[in-house]
Each structure stands twice: as C-alpha cells, then as structure tokens.
C-alpha cells in the first residue's frame, strides 16, 4: 500500500474539518450517543496540529507570560492516506514542519505539483 503524507492549512478548524470531510478523508459518526470522527476510504490517520507557532513567546522564571506567541494564520491538519487526495491552495510544503508521522520524514508530505505551462 502506497501511503502519502498531506500537510494543509485552512481558515479555521470548522472550515479544515467540512473540507476533510468534503473530501471522503473521515465522517463523524454517532453510536450510543458517543459522537466521533472515523477514518474513512483510504485514511490512515488525520492530526489537528492546530495553529502553529511562528515566533515562540518569552516567558520568566516564574512562568509568567512577557511576550506572546505570534502564530502563522490558518488551522493545520495532518493527512494519511493510501488515496489521492487534492486540497488545492490549502495544501501546503512546509520548509520546516511543526510534526511528522512516526517512521516517516518530517517533510515527507506529497510533492506539489508543478505547474502547467502555458502555450504561446
């Protein structure tokens, strides 16, 4: 089984979680009142990374917060899968990755695709 590595970024969690749906990656599922995402088709895990931390806020000795955390925007999730998936601009190549799939590489993600060129 071949297995790809999807890295994507969206507007928000509400937003990344209808668009992996949308895209047959899991569906929430209801059984004895228990409501729970499930791996649906070819899915092999999905990690909701969240926001990620572009610049690490300072703290002092005690904890106490001096500078805050600046994230980059969007919500992240972390896709694998034995399907090929297409999450178009939310797709992202990562020069240095916030997680990595045990076993695997940390930038281990598909390969963009490269562009067409345009006939003249």
Same mark, same amino acid.
């Given at each position: ?24 990656? $899991? ?47 969007? $919500? ?27 076993? $695997? ?16």
């Amino acid at each position: 089984m071949d297995l790809k590595i999807y890295k994507t970024n969206f507007a928000d969690e509400a937003v990344g979680k209808a668009a992996l749906v949308a895209a047959g990656v $899991w569906a929430e599922v209801t059984e004895e009142g228990v409501t729970q995402m499930v791996y649906t088709n070819g899915t092999r895990a999905v990690v909701n990374i969240g926001k990620v931390v572009e610049i690490p806020g300072t703290y002092g000795p005690d904890g106490h917060e001096i500078t805050p955390p600046v994230y980059y925007p969007g $919500w992240c999730y972390d896709i694998m899968s034995s399907d090929t998936l297409d999450f178009g601009t939310n797709e992202v190549y990562p020069t240095a990755p916030a997680h990595g799939f045990l076993g $695997w590489p940390i930038t281990a993600e598909v390969e963009p695709t490269p562009p067409e060129e345009e006939e003249e």
